[in-house]
């Protein structure tokens, strides 16, 4: 038995296994410890990874070379493409998983990655030394009373810090249902000077499939069908960019519900019992998905909601009720629910809750998720303020990487907003914090046009690579998938054809304008109603092209072509304008600046600097309260 480590990773939810797998990998001694070794990476909310900008974090974090997008697609049971009809900077891929298969998945990377172990116990209090330059932490110490030290610690214990769950008026201490909380690590990281707040959030009522009237439901189908002899009828999506990586369980559906104003009525009458609104609950919670309480009271004028039933696995008849996450009575759900045609006869097979948490103020980390008041200790996920399975696992990979990184005296990763939305996840907590639990939004990126979902690999991999994440293989395998694409552009670019009458015909149809000569095939495609899948039948020089792209990733490759083509002037313009608002990222700030003392600063101005400690001008344009003038003032001293 081993006590002493390089890394020790504390909780093994999303961002723990992601922290732990990136630390081991990193050739470092890495310690995961656990409070179930059979819950790891479970999925405590919706069985589903992915969405709209997470999906794009979930590509980022495989293309780094991390785990979390491989193991969804070995236990995805329905793919989609969210955003399709809007432009591929938001396009967001998302899988429905098989949640019991995704925690077997996790626990067998876990299991057979060198230089990680893994042991089930509750850490109670981190093993702390002082320094002249503050304390440090050099351990853990357990609920069974064994002390093991370590480097660096990574702490991600999600819900569980001082966790209290609430069904109704009942309250139950717990970090998840039929799980303990964690005590005294909040109550430590306090008395060291960490500013420590509570958030809520909440999780719908899981029911029993074959309890479900599905001919009053509309069934929702993912983008790849099977058919009758097991092959698929469009490429397959995944999200890892590995061929060798396969999805193989069959789809299913999810079905849409909608709630009526009988079933508002039976929610209004018993708001009394809500602990969101009879003061019993006093935290914050996620304003972007709302219980079901809050969505009636907040848009009382509408008569239906939308919900989702979305299947928890292969086998499985239990079910996810998404947009019905609730606090209320378990007898106030079901009363509600069996007002719905599709669920009149449905049976629980648990009720909905709300939980609330301790998490840490984020502006209290730096870039590299160390802490700024204890030493050595690295932060991810929903102790950050976060919420969400893909945020958090990008945290835990990047805590991760960096724990490692400075234990073997390298410089650590920190990623820019304009290279990937983990960067503008991390600069957003670090640099703002959060009044409520942060999820990410495309809207979010300021740089969305360079950080699309269908190019992470060629923004990180090359990072991953260099730092000892991503493998040869990955690396080689990126490189040739944009030699292909590049290939394929230049190809479109120098390629003239002559319109036949077939191609003219539709061409008219569509509505987009006849040709009257000689034609590029990169001018085709940059007409907004004409794309490769449209042009290939009509084309056949351009079809026997692309059949030449690589079998196992062709539609990838013409998909990032087509994207290139016809967007290729966004691109260089943004790119542009990444640059210029870099270059006030090289500009540096002393550590030891007296924010106070430049009284040319605004009051306001000199109060955000000093709380943040901005470590470039850069950050410190993004603070709120912190004027363009206040920057002005800055750089005139700085440059003086």
């Not at 193991?71 to 969210?82: E, V």
């Not at 490759?557 to 083509?565: D, K, N, T």
């Amino acid at each position: 038995m081993k006590f002493e480590y390089d890394v020790i990773v504390v909780g093994a939810g999303h961002a723990g296994c992601e922290a732990a797998v990136a630390s081991a990998r990193l050739e470092c001694q890495t310690l995961l410890i656990t409070a179930d070794m059979n819950r790891v990476a479970q999925m405590s909310c919706n069985p589903a990874i992915g969405g709209i900008a997470k999906g794009q974090i979930v590509r980022e974090i495989d293309a780094l070379g991390g785990m979390t997008g491989i193991i969804a697609d070995r236990t995805a049971i329905q793919f989609r493409m969210l955003n399709r009809s809007k432009g591929p900077a938001v396009w967001s891929p998302r899988v429905q998983s098989d949640r019991t298969r995704f925690i077997d998945e996790w626990r067998k990377t876990l299991d057979e990655t060198e230089n990680l172990y893994v042991f089930q116990d509750m850490v109670t209090g981190l093993i702390i030394e002082d320094s002249e330059n503050g304390p440090f932490t050099c351990g853990v110490e357990t609920a069974l009373g064994i002390a093991f030290r370590a480097k660096r610690v990574v702490l991600t214990t999600g819900t569980f810090l001082n966790g209290l769950m609430h069904f109704g008026r009942t309250q139950i201490k717990g970090g998840r249902i039929s799980e303990s909380a964690s005590h005294g690590l909040s109550d430590q990281l306090r008395r060291l000077g960490l500013n420590v707040g509570r958030m809520k959030t909440g999780t719908p009522a899981r029911i029993d499939g074959a309890t479900i009237d599905y001919s009053q439901a509309i069934p929702q189908a993912g983008d790849d069908t099977f058919m009758p002899d097991g092959s698929v009828k469009r490429d397959f999506h995944k999200f890892s960019y590995l061929t060798e990586v396969k999805r193989t369980l069959p789809p299913r559906d999810c079905y849409i519900v909608h709630t009526s104003p009988e079933v508002h009525k039976t929610l209004h009458d018993n708001l009394a019992d809500s602990p969101l609104y009879n003061g019993q609950i006093k935290s914050i919670g996620p304003r972007y998905c709302p219980s079901i309480e809050t969505k009636i009271v907040t848009f009382a004028d509408k008569d239906s909601h939308q919900l989702f039933l979305e299947p928890e696995g292969e086998t499985t008849h239990e079910f996810y009720i998404n947009g019905f996450s609730s606090s209320l009575p378990w007898q106030v759900q079901i009363e509600a629910l069996t007002k719905i045609p599709a669920l009149r006869d449905v049976q629980f097979y648990r009720p909905g809750y709300a939980i609330e948490y301790d998490f840490f103020d984020p502006t209290q980390m730096r870039h590299t998720l160390e802490s700024k008041v204890v030493g050595n200790l690295y932060l991810a996920g929903q102790v950050n303020g976060t919420t969400g399975y893909e945020e958090a696992a990008a945290q835990g990979l990047m805590a991760g990487i960096n724990a490692a990184r400075s234990v073997k005296g390298c410089e650590q990763l920190v990623l820019g907003r304009d290279q990937a939305y983990i960067g503008v996840l991390i600069d957003d907590l670090v640099t703002k914090g959060v009044d409520e639990p942060y999820r990410m939004f495309t809207s979010r990126a300021e740089f969305r046009i360079l950080l699309r979902q269908d190019d992470a690999d060629l923004r990180l991999t090359p990072i991953g690579h260099e730092i000892g994440l991503a493998d040869e293989n990955r690396y080689e395998s990126m490189i040739r998938k944009y030699q292909e694409r590049d290939a394929l552009v230049e190809w479109c670019e120098k390629t003239s054809i002559k319109p036949t009458d077939r191609l003219q015909a539709y061409l008219e149809s569509v509505g987009t304008g006849l040709l009257s000569g000689r034609v590029k095939v990169a001018d085709l495609l940059r007409r907004p109603q004409l794309d490769f899948g449209k042009l290939i039948p009509l084309i056949p020089v351009l079809a026997e092209r692309c059949s030449e792209v690589e079998e196992d990733r062709k539609y990838e490759i013409i998909e990032s072509a087509e994207i290139l083509i016809k967007y290729q002037g966004y691109i260089d313009r943004e790119r542009e304008s990444a640059q210029r608002m870099s270059r006030l990222e090289k500009v540096r700030i002393p550590d030891d600046i007296d924010f106070n003392g430049i009284l040319a600063i605004s009051t306001e101005g000199r109060q955000k600097l000093s709380k943040i400690r901005p470590s470039t001008i850069g950050q410190a344009s993004r603070i709120p309260g912190v004027s363009p003038a206040d920057i002005n003032v800055l750089l005139v001293m700085l440059r003086g």
